[in-house]
């Protein structure tokens, strides 16, 4: 019995999801990535304010690895599958891999640039 709108927790292998994006992307000089976040998403906001904005997008900088990781994610690839390409990329400098990977997806999830299947 669930009391007090409890859920039964299903405990997922995190290496068998499979990410996908949720925003759009630019690239910058050395390789680096921008993800271009709206700043708004109602539609008063996105007709009325926008225009009249600089720029439409929050943009968030990935470093190296995570440049890395954002440009794997495809909606194929499971996160397995990515940290497998990211040793190939990188070799001993990404270690520890899975936790890495791991951690930077449940953190892009958590400010909601990405969801999972």
């Given at each position: ?29 050395g ?24 720029s ?57 640039m990405?969801?999972?299947?």
């Amino acid at each position: 019995m669930n009391l007090f709108w409890k859920k039964n927790k299903e405990y997922v292998n995190f290496l068998d999801l499979t990410p996908i994006k949720e925003y759009e992307h630019e690239f910058l000089d050395g390789g680096f990535i921008n993800i271009l976040i709206p700043k708004f998403k109602s539609r008063f906001m996105v007709e009325n304010i926008m225009p009249r904005l600089k720029s439409p997008y929050i943009k968030a900088k990935l470093d190296e690895f995570g440049s890395a990781v954002w440009l794997l994610i495809d909606g194929y690839r499971n996160v397995d599958e990515i940290s497998q390409k990211l040793i190939e990329k990188f070799g001993d400098r990404i270690q520890p891999v899975h936790e890495r990977t791991t951690r930077f997806l449940s953190l892009l999830h958590s400010h909601k640039m990405i969801k999972f299947k």
